[in-house]
């Protein structure tokens, strides 16, 4: 489950509620498994500003009382159910890696200038 690999320098994070989509922001959002097992809740994204794509979901969740951040691979398939805000994926609780925030930096006003200006995505 636990992952200690260090994440590629390209990846920035991003809080959920500066991640917008048509019916509001990820701020709020829960993360359900397709057999309806909450995850956690999304408090930001991975992103990747060259490429203009989202690498990684991070999600909260409890464990044994615990807050704890983890990520969650953002191209497995999901549904996003606005109006009861869930993401539902086709992921469980064992897809979950652990997220260390020390070893990402926040998205900033240059990543915004390198997403504006790079390549268009593939």
Known sequence: MANDQALPDALRYLDADQVKHPSGTLAGVTVCSSDDETLGAISGVLVEPASRRVRYFVVDRRVRLLPRRYMLAADTPAVLEAGDQKLRILSS???????DARQVERFSDEDAITAMFAHPAA
Do not use: G, I, N, Q
Request: no cysteine.
């Open 93 to 99: 609780v064992d897809d979950l890696e652990r997220f």
